[in-house]
């Protein structure tokens, strides 16, 4: 699947609008006989809602990119007016962790059940905000043993930095937004915490 062609025989196309670039794509996926697709694209907003959901996301599609038709290609870390749009579900997760200060956590490090009813660590929160904070206040109570490693699998991409965080007893749950991308047994992009759960709602 392609979905955008910043060069194309050695010429640079990252300065053309974004409607020149992808009408050139096609020309190339055409005659280039490499059995290539051309990523859809729609100016339906409700043709594009429908890519953004539950069933989407059940076979590997994690959402969808909004680009301006004149937008040129990002160069040298500038911005496109481009919007990544995902399908989020909430989701419950057991703190195990906290990232920062004990006192005041910048993140959490969450976990849920496997298959075998364990609970594992499958993903860092995103910098918490102050409505989490103190939903938080007077809940959290530190586990034994001092400040631990967590591989930086935990907290998102393939090649995330490790990182150190403090173990809390496993008594509180959060609801978080999660996209679908779960691979691995962990949560690829970081959680955003929604509130502290009270498990007798």
Do not use: C
């Not at 392609?2 to 992808?22: E, H, I, V």
């Not at 006989?33 to 051309?38: A, E």
């Not at 996301?57 to 301006?68: D, I, L, Q, R, Y």
């Not at 989020?88 to 969450?110: E, H, K, N, Y």
Request: a positive charge; zero cysteines.
């Amino acid at each position: 699947m392609a979905f955008n062609l910043p060069g194309a025989r050695g010429r640079d196309l990252r300065m053309w609008p974004l409607s020149r670039r992808r009408a050139r794509l096609a020309e190339v996926i055409g005659t280039g006989g490499t059995g290539g697709q051309l990523m859809p694209s729609t100016l339906d907003v409700e043709v594009g809602r429908a890519w953004i959901s539950a069933d989407q996301t059940a076979v590997g599609v994690e959402g969808a990119v909004a680009k301006p038709l004149n937008s040129r290609y990002p160069v040298r870390g500038g911005r496109a007016g481009w919007v990544k749009v995902r399908y989020f579900d909430d989701i419950d997760a057991v703190v195990l962790g906290v990232t920062g200060r004990p006192s005041r956590p910048t993140a959490l490090v969450l976990g849920q059940a496997d298959r075998r009813g364990r609970v594992r660590a499958v993903g860092l929160s995103t910098t918490l905000s102050r409505a989490a904070l103190m939903s938080l206040a007077g809940r959290l109570r530190l586990a034994d043993g001092g400040p631990q490693r967590a591989s930086g699998i935990v907290a998102g991409l393939p090649g995330s930095e490790d990182f150190t965080f403090w173990p809390v007893e496993p008594g509180v749950v959060v609801e978080a937004r999660a996209d679908r991308a779960f691979e691995l047994g962990r949560y690829r992009h970081r959680l955003s915490v929604v509130r502290v759960r009270d498990l007798f709602e």
